[in-house]
């Protein structure tokens, strides 16, 4: 069975993208750390929040396909906050340092969360153009955790570590999925307590996304249709709360579908990121988008503003 931390794909990505860390807040134990792949050009990239368990690298397919086809792509692992107020102020700082003004966002299960937050936190002056929202939630209290969200800080690593592993798939899986779950359990033993418990409590604390905020934000809901960590009502809630939102299904992928599907869901991100080709909000190099699908933007722009028009 290919592990994915010898395979060459990772290597190749370990050795070209340069990991940098970034410092925003007053407390400089308070470190981003992130890769910044492709046209820094490009002023309004796709930026990539990780689950609970997840490091910066866990979406280095994404980074080495999108980067390939000239988009910039930032993937990043948050420092140690403890509020969702605390965690949007910090992000927004990392924008302003980075000189970007709006952004998309592919969030996967709390990153998810999170870039809905930090999209409603910051309705007043939009920094968040669209989202892309894999395997994720919009109310924490699906978790049944609420109530000990304020102790995690207390617990040691090993039993936290026991807490994120318990809903990593069971049973048999297939050997991609293996190997998807082998690496991410191999990032998990790479955080710290106060990493891991920081990121419970924002995942467990009491909080849910106020959709009127954030009605003008473009959403595609990315989940599987196999096991996940995501209840069958939490999938539901979010068709719900984004009602006009695109839904890119995968028939199986489990909880971590960018690593072991990552050809489908670099396909989706892909079409996410096409509609906004030939526009400021651009994620791409527009020297690598075809005069074609230019053309064909503007078809479909046009034929959006007949069809307002005539309503």
């Not at 318990?166 to 106060?194: H, T």
Request: hydrophobic share 40%.
């Amino acid at each position: 069975m290919e592990e994915i931390r010898v395979s060459p794909d990772y290597n190749w990505f370990r050795s070209t993208v340069p990991l940098k860390r970034i410092i925003v807040d007053d407390d400089d134990s308070k470190v981003w750390s992130l890769y910044d792949a492709g046209p820094k050009s490009v002023r309004c990239p796709i930026i990539f929040f990780p689950a609970v368990s997840g490091t910066a690298d866990v979406f280095f397919q994404q980074v080495l396909a999108l980067t390939g086809w000239g988009y910039r792509v930032i993937s990043l692992q948050y420092p140690v906050y403890w509020n969702l107020l605390e965690f949007c102020d910090g992000f927004r700082k990392l924008l302003d340092h980075l000189q970007l003004d709006k952004v998309h966002i592919f969030g996967a299960s709390l990153g998810g969360f999170l870039a809905q937050k930090f999209a409603e936190y910051t309705h007043t002056s939009p920094r968040v153009h669209s989202l892309i929202l894999c395997n994720s939630f919009s109310d924490t209290s699906i978790f049944n955790q609420t109530w000990t969200a304020n102790s995690f800080w207390l617990m040691p690593a090993f039993m936290l570590k026991k807490i994120v592993l318990g809903n990593f798939a069971k049973g048999s899986v297939d050997p991609k999925m293996a190997d998807a779950i082998d690496f991410m359990v191999d990032r998990l033993e790479s955080l710290n307590q106060s990493e891991l418990a920081s990121r419970l409590t924002l995942n467990c604390q009491n909080s849910y996304v106020e959709p009127h905020k954030i009605k003008d934000v473009t959403v595609t809901i990315m989940d599987v249709f196999d096991q996940s960590a995501l209840s069958h009502e939490a999938k539901e809630e979010m068709y719900k709360l984004y009602p006009n939102a695109r839904r890119a299904h995968l028939k199986t992928g489990g909880n971590f579908p960018y690593l072991c599907r990552s050809a489908e869901v670099n396909l989706y991100i892909q079409i996410h990121l096409r509609q906004f080709h030939g526009t400021r909000y651009a994620a791409i190099n527009p020297a690598m988008v075809s005069a074609e699908e230019l053309e064909v933007q503007k078809l479909n722009l046009n034929n959006s503003m007949d069809s307002d028009e005539d309503q």
